[in-house]
Every structure is written in C-alpha cells, then in structure tokens.
Nanobody, 115 residues
Framework: QVQVVESGGGVVQAGGSLRLSCAAS????????MGWYRQAPGKQRELVTI???????NYADSVKGRFTISRDNAKKTVSLEMNSLKPEDTAVYYC?????????WGQGTQVTVSS
C-alpha cells in the first residue's frame, strides 16, 4: 500500500509563486509516473503535469511555461513549482503516484490565487 502526502499550497496574489511537495511512502518496488492534478469548484479533476521515472514531463497547455515539475527518485518525492499564478489556477491540487497498475492519491491541498 502506498501513502501519498502533499504539502504546500495556500493563498497568493496573481503573479505570485507557490511550491507544492509530495512524498510517497509504503511498500513499493519502484515508482513509475508521478503527477499533479487539480480540481476547481464545479469542474472535473484535470491533469496539470506528469513526470516519468526517467524525468520526461508533460504539461497541460494552460500551465506550460509557468509550472515546473521535478522528482527525486531516491526520496520518492515530487514537487511542483508554480510561477506567474493566475486566478484560474485556483483549485485543490492532488498528487498522484503510480506504482505498477496501482494509482494512489494524496488528500489534496488548496491553492487560491486572488486577483
């Protein structure tokens, strides 16, 4: 069983920056992909960014050039650096960890961007 815990988030003004972190723990041989999703009120959860074990990353068009994902395989952590934040980035952000066919989620962390 894999446990996923996020940290970071909070309230920031438009144009500001925030950093989210996520740590995976538990019984696992190796982690495949790690990613961040977000869900705004009244909307479906959407993929923000995902990074493979080798380091290649994909981003949603809406965050390209503003967000950067990174991971530390030894520490089993993934981080999301968010710059030039916009009010439309306001959402609950969830960390996702994939180990084999198992997909595990964190509890979510709120990011609020005020205009």
């Amino acid at each position: 069983q894999v446990q996923v815990v996020e940290s970071g988030g909070g309230v920031v003004q438009a144009g500001g920056s925030l950093r989210l972190s996520c740590a995976a723990s538990g019984s696992m041989f190796s982690i495949n992909a790690m990613g961040w999703y977000r869900q705004a009120p009244g909307k479906q959860r959407e993929l923000v960014t995902i990074i493979a074990s080798g380091g290649s990353a994909n981003y949603a068009d809406s965050v390209k050039g503003r967000f950067t994902i990174s991971r530390d395989n030894a520490k089993k952590t993934v981080s999301l650096e968010m710059n030039s934040l916009k009010p439309e980035d306001t959402a609950v952000y969830y960390c996702n960890v994939r180990v084999g066919f198992l997909s595990s989620w964190g509890q979510g962390t709120q990011v609020t961007v005020s205009s």
